[in-house]
């Protein structure tokens, strides 16, 4: 398997331009956790909501013991804020919801 199959570009909302690549398999398997957890209207779920809903979630195989899931949450989070997929609600802390359309 190539590199390219491997590995994803993501981006961060907090930093345009900005471009990374990493893991495919950890990202995705992140995405799929985080992405039914989020509500579809604002103020959304803080992160550590999210979090907790997310861990029961995460492949074993993948995050062995939820290993390395607060970073791989935060990469998505930002890469998925910068394409559309996800906003935050105007509230402190930090509120998650997925945008529709």
């Known amino acids: ?10 981006e961060s909302f907090t930093s345009p331009h900005w ?3 990493v ?3 950890k990202y995705l398997a992140m995405r799929e956790a985080l992405l039914p957890v989020l509500p579809t209207t604002p103020p ?5 909501e ?12 993948v995050f062995p013991g939820g290993a390395k899931a607060g970073w791989w949450l935060k990469a998505v989070q930002l890469d998925l804020e910068a394409k559309g997929v996800i906003a935050r609600g105007s509230t402190k802390p930090v509120r998650l919801y997925r945008c529709e359309g």
Do not use: H, W, Y
């Open 1 to 10: 398997m190539s590199e390219a199959d491997t590995k994803i570009e993501i």
């Open 19 to 21: 471009k990374e690549r």
């Open 23 to 25: 893991d495919r398999t």
């Open 44 to 48: 959304g779920i803080t992160v550590a």
């Open 50 to 61: 999210a979090t907790a809903a997310l861990l029961g979630r995460l492949s074993d195989t």
